[in-house]
């Protein structure tokens, strides 16, 4: 391994964040953790164990409420991270070109340059002919492109994407997993991508963090072993299949801790 590729990105340590209130949440308790530069990082963990709250600490949206995360990207002029939300991604006054190249914006770089790398990241999400469509005029699926396109298109060294791909239907899921990987394959950016889908972590991470039931911690790093470039091909590896097992029975326990039925 070189030296580069064993360089860290985010060092999170001792991070818990405390929600105070008339019911005071402690979201995350102690997380430790160690995120090499241009490693695709997926967060699985039950609902409410503070894997958005994490995200957003790391963004720099929201501050720790003890403990600290050393930033180690080098950035010049463009934000350290660009994010991909759920939902409400895009601007539905912009059209495509427009939303695409608003990331550039924040960093003042110049309309033409903008619109010239927001054609190329619309061309890699395979949106080209729709420059001048708007949201409500495209599909789902195809607004998450953009989100996408335009969180690549920033320029930012890391990308934080809280469950991109989680309201999709599963066929188009299917292919926007296997866009991503190569995309992220080709940029090797630093991404941390919330999912609920352990078959998605598997396909996309290099690692994956498990966290527990709220106070989120971190249960288990896993590294992932198959070999790059990857596709849904890989999900017919007995490996696959056996590590996919191995995840859910461990996340099964926090996802039932998680819950209050009675
Ligand atoms: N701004 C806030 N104010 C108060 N409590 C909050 C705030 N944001 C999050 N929380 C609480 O912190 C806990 C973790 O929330 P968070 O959104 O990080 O969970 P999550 O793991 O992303 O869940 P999901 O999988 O459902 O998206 C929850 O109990 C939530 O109610
Ligand atoms: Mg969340």
Request: aromatic share 6%; proline share 4%; with cysteine.
């Amino acid at each position: 391994m070189t030296a580069e590729s064993t360089a860290t990105a985010f060092e999170v340590r001792g991070v818990s964040k405390v929600f105070p209130g008339a019911t005071t949440v402690q979201a995350l308790r102690n997380i430790d953790l160690s995120l090499r530069e241009g490693s695709l990082t997926c967060i699985v963990g039950p609902s409410g164990c503070g894997k958005s709250t994490l995200l957003r600490i790391l963004g720099e949206l929201e501050s720790a409420t003890t403990g600290e995360i050393v930033h180690n990207l080098k950035v010049d002029r463009v934000p350290r991270s660009a994010f991909v939300f759920q939902e409400h991604g895009v601007f539905p006054w912009f059209n495509v070109l427009q939303n695409v190249a608003f990331g550039e914006q924040m960093a003042g770089v110049s309309k033409s340059r903008r619109e010239e790398t927001a054609r190329e990241w619309i061309g890699k999400v395979g949106l080209v002919g729709f420059e001048g469509a708007y949201p409500h005029q495209l599909s789902g699926g195809m607004r998450q492109r953009i989100a996408i396109a335009r969180a690549f298109a920033t320029g930012s060294p890391s990308l934080l994407m809280d469950e991109p791909l989680g309201a999709l239907d599963a066929q188009t899921r299917i292919l926007m997993q296997e866009q991503l990987v190569s995309l992220w394959e080709a940029e090797r950016k630093t991404v941390v991508l919330v999912t609920h889908s352990i078959e998605e972590a598997l396909l996309l991470g290099d690692q994956i963090v498990m966290m527990s039931a709220r106070p989120g911690q971190v249960k288990e790093v896993i590294d992932i072993p198959f070999e790059r470039p990857r596709s849904t091909a890989i999900e017919a590896d007995p490996e696959f299949a056996r590590m996919k097992q191995d995840i859910w029975e461990s996340l099964r326990d926090e996802v039932q801790a998680s819950l209050s039925f009675k």
